[in-house]
T-cell receptor
């Protein structure tokens, strides 16, 4: 597609339920990020995928959170046994690393996020 | 760990006027990148401007420019000739030269008055 696509746009769930959030990155982008944006706060890094390398999971807040990226493309963020404090906007971004004239560059393209509300 | 601080939760500017958004950061690294992102109500983050720490010249993109003070670890964004479409949440972000994640500030809401 033309940009990063996330689904669903909004998700309301009950405490204790599992949820899956989907991200379709821009075709050809090797890097994919998940961020969480809580109300009134900046973006919090969750996880990073780059090509076939092991993902950087250092931002996942608990073992209830997991993510996978199948075939180097689509990614799914799963939250098990959701809690009210998980309510936030979950943003996905993809990027392509480049090297131009000896300068390393990367431009992130963000999706519109999934607004998760846990009741 | 690196931190990014935006001390202005909210700012207002009159249409056609100039406004400056503040950002400070803390790092022990010498090579890094700094960014300003805009987040309109659609939630989609849009890159406004980027600055490489090794470059002394301040980055500019049309009506947007930065004042990068490396020694002071300050990175402010100046918006000239403000337009109604500039109204959004603005985030300052930091990335290490060899890192793979952006560290964001808490954001500044910019309101533009007509």
């Amino acid at each position: 597609g033309a940009g990063v696509s996330q689904s669903p746009s909004n998700k309301v769930t009950e405490k204790g339920k599992d949820v899956e959030l989907r991200c379709d990155p821009i075709s050809g982008h090797t890097a994919l990020y998940w961020y969480r944006q809580s109300l009134g706060q900046g973006l919090e890094f969750l996880i990073y995928f780059q090509g076939n390398s092991a993902p950087d999971k250092s931002g996942l807040p608990s073992d209830r959170f997991s993510a996978e990226r199948t075939g180097g493309s689509v990614s799914t963020l799963t939250i098990q046994r959701t809690q009210q404090e998980d309510s936030a906007v979950y943003l996905c971004a993809s990027s392509l690393l480049y090297l131009t004239a000896g300068e390393r560059g990367e431009k992130l393209f963000f999706g519109s996020g999934t607004q998760l509300s846990v009741l | 760990a690196q931190t990014v601080t935006q001390s202005q939760p909210e700012m207002s500017v009159q249409e056609a006027e100039t406004v400056t958004l503040s950002c400070t950061y803390d790092t022990s690294e010498s090579d890094y990148y700094l960014f300003w992102y805009k987040q309109p109500p659609s939630r989609q983050m849009i890159l406004v401007i980027r600055q490489e720490a090794y470059k002394q010249q301040n980055a500019t993109e049309n009506r947007f420019s930065v004042n990068f003070q490396k020694a002071a670890k300050s990175f402010s964004l100046k918006i000239s000739d403000s337009q109604l479409g500039d109204a959004a949440m603005y985030f300052c972000a930091y990335r290490s030269e060899y890192g793979n994640k952006l560290v964001f500030g808490a954001g500044t809401i910019l309101r533009v008055k007509s």
